[in-house]
């Protein structure tokens, strides 16, 4: 078989079994698989397939069609314009998270001296490690409650070469009694009545990374509550948020810090995707 007979037959089996991008996915695996540019898949695709990349191909189609996330079969996914590692135990970096990453880049750009941020529900480190890469005049904390997902969060540090504290714990118990000048989160928000219903894909993700209680919110509110304990006078909160999340996280930044500017930032599809309070 030639190349581009085997991504005519992965775009037909990915169709069949209902992927919703076929000819994207079809070309991250043999990119992967084969160990050629995009570029070279169309330039050289009368070159045969050997046996044994056939068999990997192969592998790598079977998890596709059954729903796997191509980026758990690859091993990785990319954000703000870098390569995380991502595996079961993580969340896949989304698009939509480049927003609450953009935001508070803003606000670390604006803070001479080196402001602390502390990342919590931290995941992969997607959020974290790409503000730490930004801004290296930052001093950075990526807090998660699972030890699986530090793991892939200490592996991205150090693929990307750049300086962050990890810590274990559930919310704020993982820094103690610590202050910062930022938190950012993107925390579990889907509400548990909601997830069944998720795109087949989602499902493979963690659980315990979507789940946020009946109303989506339960860690909004934990994390409004414990905000004013871990911030520095003049500090600044940014949470990510989901659809129609972000009236009711707002009421609840304002209820529990002393906010001089509260508001919303939408993401590229126009949704209130991130709510931010800066305190006096
Ligand atoms: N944005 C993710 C989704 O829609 C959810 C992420 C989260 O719960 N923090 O699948």
């Excluded at 595996?87 to 935001?103: F, K, M, S, Y």
């Excluded at 989160?185 to 009946?214: K, M, W």
């Excluded at 509550?225 to 930044?253: K, M, S, T």
Aim: aromatic residues 6%; negative net charge.
């Amino acid at each position: 078989m030639i190349i581009s007979e085997w991504l005519k037959h992965a775009r037909d089996r990915l169709t069949q079994t209902n992927c919703p991008d076929p000819d994207i996915d079809a070309r991250w695996i043999a990119e992967d698989a084969l160990g050629m540019t995009r570029q070279a898949l169309v330039f050289e695709g009368d070159r045969a397939i050997s046996r044994h990349q056939l068999y990997r191909l192969e592998a790598m189609l079977d998890r596709r069609a059954a729903g796997e996330p191509v980026q758990y079969i690859l091993g990785s996914a990319d954000f703000m314009g870098l390569r995380f590692r991502v595996d079961g135990a993580v969340l896949i970096p989304r698009q939509d998270t480049e927003t609450l990453v953009e935001a508070a880049l803003i606000e670390l750009r604006q803070r001479p001296g080196s402001p602390a941020l502390l990342d919590l529900c931290a995941g992969s480190g997607c959020v974290g490690l790409s503000l730490a890469s930004l801004a290296p005049h930052a001093r950075i904390t990526l807090a998660d409650i699972s030890p699986e997902a530090l793991e892939v969060a200490h592996a991205n540090q150090k693929d990307l070469g750049v300086k962050a504290e990890l810590r274990q714990g559930d919310l704020f118990n993982a820094v103690g009694r610590e202050r910062f000048d930022i938190i950012a989160s993107n925390p579990p928000y889907i509400p548990t009545g909601a997830l069944s219903g998720l795109q087949r894909e989602v499902r493979f993700e963690p659980r315990i990374a979507l789940d946020g209680g009946p109303d989506g919110l339960d860690f909004y509110r934990r994390i409004a509550e414990g905000a004013a304990d871990h911030l520095n006078p003049g500090g600044a909160i940014f949470l990510e948020v989901g659809i129609h999340e972000a009236r009711p996280v707002l009421d609840l930044v304002k209820a529990h810090l002393p906010c001089a500017e509260a508001g919303t930032v939408r993401d590229l599809n126009g949704i209130e995707r991130v709510v931010f309070g800066k305190m006096k």
